[in-house]
C-alpha cells in the first residue's frame, strides 16, 4: 500500500537549519510529483513546494522562497525539504504529499 | 487564484449539509477540485476527488460537485453522522503559478 513516512522534525532556534525527509513505497515513485505542505498550529494547510516527477522543476511559496529547498532521490524514493535561516513563522507539522495521499507528518517548532 | 470556503457549518445528526468553495479568478473547471477530511491529530486523507470521484472506502454518503455558474465546488455530506465531525479542506492545481491551492477549510460540527 501506498505510504509516505516523514523524518526530521523537532525543536530549533531561529536562524538555524533543518532537513526533513520523507520515505516513499507501495507506488512507483517516479511517476509522481511531490508537494510539501505545512499546517502551523490551529491553523489551516499552506502549500510549501512542488517538485516534479524527474527533479528537474521546483517551485516554492513565497514565505518560503530562497530559503527552503526541495529535492528528491530517485534512487532511494526519498522526498527532502532543505530548511535553512527558520523562523518562529515556520512553526508547524510539515507533510509530504502526492495526488491522493498524505504522509502522517512532522513537526517542526523553531523557538528561542 | 484563491479558494474560499465558510469558516464553519453546523448541522444535526442524519440530516445533510453542503459546504462550499468558491474559486476567486479563473473558471472553477480549468483543475480539478478535491475535497479533504482532517481530524484533530490526523492528516488529511481525500473524501473526494476530481471533482466529483470518490476513493475507495469513503462512504457514498459523500458527493462533491462543480458548478460553473457560481465559479464553486461543493462537497455533501448527506445522512450526517457524529463521525463526520472534522474539517475539511478543498484543492485546486494552479496550473499558471504551479503550487497547490487550498481553502481556508470549514469547521464542520455534527449536533
Redesign the interface.
Known amino acids: 500500500q501506498v505510504q509516505l513516512v516523514e523524518s526530521g522534525g523537532g525543536g530549533v532556534q531561529p536562524g538555524r537549519s533543518l532537513r526533513l525527509s520523507c520515505a516513499a513505497s507501495g507506488f512507483t515513485f517516479t511517476s509522481f510529483a511531490f508537494?510539501w505542505?505545512r499546517q502551523a498550529p490551529g491553523r489551516?494547510?499552506?502549500?510549501v513546494a512542488?517538485i516534479s516527477y524527474d527533479g528537474t522543476?521546483k517551485?516554492y511559496?513565497d514565505s518560503v522562497q530562497g530559503r527552503f529547498i526541495i529535492s528528491r532521490d530517485n534512487m532511494q524514493n526519498t522526498l527532502s525539504l532543505q530548511m535553512n535561516s527558520l523562523r518562529p513563522e515556520d512553526t508547524a507539522v510539515y507533510?509530504c504529499a502526492r495526488?491522493?495521499?498524505?504522509?502522517?507528518?512532522t513537526l517542526v517548532t523553531v523557538s528561542p | 487564484f484563491m479558494l474560499t470556503q465558510p469558516h464553519s457549518v453546523s448541522e444535526s445528526p442524519g440530516k445533510t449539509v453542503t459546504i462550499s468553495c468558491t474559486r476567486s479568478s479563473g473558471s472553477i473547471a480549468t483543475n480539478h477540485v478535491h475535497w479533504?477530511q482532517q481530524r484533530p491529530g490526523s492528516?488529511?486523507?481525500?473524501v473526494i476527488?476530481e471533482d466529483e470521484q470518490r476513493?475507495s472506502g469513503v462512504p457514498d454518503r459523500f458527493s462533491g460537485s462543480i458548478d460553473s455558474s457560481s465559479n464553486s465546488a461543493s462537497l455533501t455530506i448527506s445522512g450526517l453522522k457524529t463521525e463526520d465531525e472534522a474539517?475539511y479542506?478543498c484543492?485546486s492545481y494552479d496550473s499558471t503559478?504551479?503550487?497547490?491551492?487550498?481553502?481556508?477549510?470549514t469547521k464542520l460540527t455534527v449536533l
Open positions: 508537494h505542505v489551516g494547510l499552506e502549500w512542488l522543476k517551485y511559496a507533510y495526488a491522493g495521499y498524505w504522509g502522517q507528518g | 479533504y492528516s488529511p486523507t481525500v476527488y476513493p474539517d479542506y484543492q503559478n504551479p503550487r497547490w491551492v487550498f481553502g481556508g477549510g
